[in-house]
């Protein structure tokens, strides 16, 4: 795969992620990855937008890509 392709998700991944993580602080006022609903939450917000990047990929395959 193309380094470049690499770099750009590596740098979606991050930017979902961060993102998902501001959506649980909005919601809880923290994020703690020991707690279920603060969990559940993160990946509600996390795999629409991976979804949106990577389309039809899984997310073994996203992340073999993202590592």
Known sequence: ?????ITQAKAFFKS???AAEACVV???GEFDI??????AAYDAAL????????GEM???E?????G
Request: glycine letters at 0%; charged letters at 20%.
């Open 1 to 5: 795969m193309d380094a470049n392709i």
């Open 16 to 18: 979902a992620s961060i």
């Open 26 to 28: 909005a919601r809880y």
């Open 34 to 39: 020991f707690k279920e609903k603060h969990c």
């Open 47 to 54: 795999f629409p937008l991976l979804a949106e990047y990577f």
């Open 58 to 60: 899984t997310l073994d």
């Open 62 to 66: 996203v992340l073999s890509i993202v």
